[in-house]
T-cell receptor
Framework: DVKVTQSSRYLVKRTGEKVFLECVQD?????MFWYRQDPGLGLRLIYF???????EKGDIPEGYSVSREKKERFSLILESASTNQTSMYLC?????????????FGPGTRLLVL | GDSVTQMEGPVTLSEEAFLTINCTYT??????LFWYVQYPGEGLQLLLK?????DKGSNKGFEATYRKETTSFHLEKGSVQVSDSAVYFC????????????FGKGTKLSVIP
């Protein structure tokens, strides 16, 4: 079974702090994704990566950056957290061989910015 | 751009009732369509998918048929159980070469005994 793990289930940070959210997948997937989930808005793509050190902006990249130094790990960085970044963050991965692929999701990190 | 519209919830049903959650989409080209489910406290998991028109996806008693003429992918189950209580997301992936999912807003289903 594919396993996608996220470093924290719950996180509380203060405005202006630098925040790191970590995601690890154990199936040698090429593609990794970061989404945020908000009530009434569904899931929105922040960034995705299709290879080590490669990244592309999703629909809402403002205020976020990402890092992918190793194939299995994809980090989401909030350079200076703001209250409007309070949300549930979901990481996902997919094989990356082309075609229609299933994305496998982690359990999510619920971030509260005070 | 691509978009997915699904019926707003919450939806509350009694056990063994029939379930329909409507989903329509707008997309260029020939998208693939998905239903994901999120159980309380968990991440999303794929429930079923369909990759071309008239395909039917099915899993765990749930079904959805890809209807190109009505741009729809409605989720159905003949007899829901309490364990089906979750949030259901309809999603699409654009045509060839695309690996970005576009999600609907989600529909919360509660099944009561």
């Amino acid at each position: 079974d594919v396993k996608v793990t996220q470093s924290s289930r719950y996180l509380v940070k203060r405005t202006g702090e630098k925040v790191f959210l970590e995601c690890v997948q154990d199936m040698d997937h090429e593609n990794m994704f970061w989404y945020r989930q908000d009530p009434g808005l569904g899931l929105r793509l922040i960034y995705f990566s299709y290879d080590v050190k490669m990244k592309e902006k999703g629909d809402i990249p403002e205020g976020y950056s990402v890092s992918r130094e190793k194939k299995e790990r994809f980090s989401l960085i909030l350079e200076s957290a703001s209250t409007n970044q309070t949300s549930m963050y979901l990481c996902a991965s997919s094989l990356g061989m082309g075609g229609v692929e299933t994305q496998y999701f982690g359990p999510g990190t619920r971030l509260l910015v005070l | 751009g691509d978009s997915v519209t699904q019926m707003e919830g919450p939806v509350t049903l009694s056990e063994e009732a029939f379930l329909t959650i409507n989903c329509t989409y707008t997309a260029t080209g020939y998208p693939s369509l998905f239903w994901y489910v999120q159980y309380p406290g968990e991440g999303l998991q794929l429930l079923l998918k369909a990759t071309k028109a008239d395909d039917k996806g099915s899993n765990k008693g749930f079904e959805a048929t890809y209807r190109k003429e009505t741009t729809s992918f409605h989720l159905e189950k003949g007899s829901v159980q309490v364990s089906d209580s979750a949030v259901y997301f309809c999603a699409l992936m654009g045509g060839a070469g695309s690996y970005q999912l576009t999600f609907g807003k989600g529909t919360k289903l509660s099944v009561i005994p």
